[in-house]
T-cell receptor, first 113, second 115 residues
Framework: DTEVTQTPKHLVMGMTNKKSLKCEQH?????MYWYKQKAKKPPELMFV???????INESVPSRFSPECPNSSLLNLHLHALQPEDSALYLC????????????FGQGTRLTVV | AQSVTQLGSHVSVSEGALVLLRCNYS??????LFWYVQYPNQGLQLLLK??????LVKGINGFEAEFKKSETSFHLTKPSAHMSDAAEYFC?????????????FGTGTRLLVSP
């Protein structure tokens, strides 16, 4: 199994809503990542988890709250988002945080209205 | 600091023609280099990577890339384009070494393939 599975594939939420994005992998990877990708732009790193601990936060606003309940699961909790937060949110995992191959999920297309 | 420059935001080829997507990098230490492909509304898929060793790297779907240190380049090629190759391609770099190394992406090149 070399898949990173993200749910939901699409999400529309209002600015007062609370929602969560989910990412799952069963490859035994101990590093997991959240990226944000705006249209026609490259992915931008948001968070890095290493062995279930948050190791990197790229100055992401607190309305985005990551969580890593176990080594296979990564969540991104969303609250009070703005329309400019609309983007494709990509989850990735790698064996560890060194220079190993990162496997990406299909992404969640988020629209904030 | 590492950076990547991809020349040409769009590249158009005919089916069966050579594909050449250009990537130049800047790195203060020996880099690790990657090419990813992204189809519309999809995640990124690794095409190939260079870490150490042989400078000509073969990847999936018939793509290959050559690491040229003297030219600080890592161009992606495919001898014969197929319609299914139409996608966005990202070159990325990390510094070689231990610990977390941030993957720095280029701005991407959209490959258009015409019949």
């Amino acid at each position: 199994d070399t898949e990173v599975t993200q749910t939901p594939k699409h999400l529309v939420m209002g600015m007062t809503n609370k929602k969560s994005l989910k990412c799952e992998q069963h490859m035994g990877h101990r590093a997991m990542y959240w990226y944000k990708q705006k249209a026609k732009k490259p992915p931008e790193l948001m968070f890095v988890y290493s062995y279930e601990k948050l190791s990197i936060n790229e100055s992401v606003p607190s309305r985005f709250s990551p969580e890593c309940p176990n080594s296979s699961l990564l969540n991104l909790h969303l609250h009070a988002l703005q329309p400019e937060d609309s983007a494709l949110y990509l989850c990735a995992s790698s064996l560890h945080t060194g220079n190993t191959e990162a496997f990406f999920g299909q992404g969640t297309r988020l629209t904030v209205v | 600091a590492q950076s990547v420059t991809q020349l040409g935001s769009h590249v158009s080829v005919s089916e069966g023609a050579l594909v050449l997507l250009r990537c130049n990098y800047s790195s203060s230490v020996p880099p690790y280099l990657f090419w990813y492909v992204q189809y519309p509304n999809q995640g990124l898929q690794l095409l190939l990577k260079y870490t150490t060793g042989a400078t000509l790297v073969k990847g999936i779907n018939g793509f290959e890339a050559e690491f040229k240190k003297s030219e600080t380049s890592f161009h992606l090629t495919k001898p014969s384009a197929h319609m299914s190759d139409a996608a966005e391609y990202f070159c990325a770099v990390t510094p070689g070494g231990l610990g977390f190394q941030k993957l720095v992406f280029g701005t991407g090149t959209r490959l258009l393939v015409s019949p």
